[in-house]
């Protein structure tokens, strides 16, 4: 029996509003919990609703985290991708109820699926991440003041420092714990590790922003990471490919693993060597060793979940 189509509701989140868009209303109401349960009232009223929004930086995860709790389908989109569909349509202004009309219209063109619906394990572990990328963005920020600070200022550096790598300690212990907690994430954690080059931070970026690695296939997961290459042809003109979009989070923990098992990998070494030796650049080699190396991650955790299964 075939799916009913749903009926789509764009809802354009902001610190202090949600303003809702579908084929027949529009209004907004506050981002607050009555807000919020007005919102659901509506929602609940359609047929085979599904709600989408642009990701805001972590204002949605309030909004998707009441429509998961209530059953309702949800879909957070990439804003560029939705940016370039309003200027496409010659669309200059940028409103509210702009923003989510054309929320709107983009879901009903490229016929939006509902998103997977993440885990009660797997929140928690995007909320320590976050957290941890947060912290660890202040102490590089931290050590850079110090390197120029006066003398008068020096020691509340310092001890910003201190606390704050303290800090980085309790929430690594934390993700640790958590990713123990779960048989199968430990098992992906251990297989991922056993990988020269591949150690805690990327296996645990992988596992929160990635985890969808063994459900997908191998093109759309490196366009997912952002190491994809595109061309850039017209005509008989053959451009420069290069990579863009995908998640960068999980882009930049590969960059690094890849940097180290340039040096250290029994297959990644002499493959970005080889590549070196055609005459490839290094960033070049690189990333097509990230390739290598998040596809020989994929099989891996593909084989890891089949002897689980088992």
């Known amino acids: 029996m075939p799916t009913p189509p749903f009926q789509i509701v764009a809802v354009d989140v902001s610190k202090d509003s949600l303003q809702i868009k579908t084929d027949s209303d529009s209004f907004a109401v506050a981002a607050t919990p009555e807000g919020l349960a007005k919102l659901l009232k509506f929602i609940q009223k359609l047929q085979h609703p599904l709600v989408v929004c642009e990701a805001t930086g972590g204002y949605e995860r309030h909004l998707i985290n009441h429509l998961h709790k209530a059953k309702i389908a949800s879909r957070v989109l990439n804003p560029a991708r939705i940016r370039a569909f309003a200027e496409s349509e010659g669309i ?64 509340s550096i310092k001890r910003t420092l201190k606390f704050a790598e303290a800090e980085l300690k309790r929430l690594e212990k934390s993700i640790r714990e958590t990713i123990a907690s779960d048989f199968t994430l430990t098992h992906y954690a251990k297989t991922m590790q056993s990988v020269s080059g591949v150690g805690e931070i990327t296996t645990w970026t992988i596992i929160t922003y990635l985890s969808e690695i063994t459900e997908i296939g191998r093109n759309q997961l490196i366009a997912m990471a952002g190491v994809a290459p595109y061309n850039k042809d017209s005509g008989k003109k053959s451009g420069k490919r290069s990579i863009r979009g995908g998640r960068p989070k999980v882009r930049r923990v590969l960059f690094m693993a890849a940097h180290t098992a340039a040096s250290s990998n029994a297959v990644i070494k002499p493959y970005v060597q080889g590549l070196l030796g055609r005459g490839k650049p290094y960033k070049c080699a690189i990333v097509a060793a990230m390739r290598k190396l998040l596809l020989h991650l994929q099989s891996l955790l593909k084989k890891a979940q089949i002897s689980l299964a088992s």
Do not use: H, W, Y
């Open 92 to 155: 200059k202004a940028k409103t509210d109820p702009i923003d989510a009309e054309m929320i709107l219209r983009f879901a009903i063109e490229k016929n939006v699926q509902p998103g997977p619906e993440p885990t009660a394990l797997q929140q928690e572990l995007t909320a320590l991440m976050d957290r941890r990328s947060q912290i660890t963005g202040e102490i590089a920020r931290e050590k850079n003041r110090l390197e120029k600070a006066c003398k008068i200022i020096a020691n």
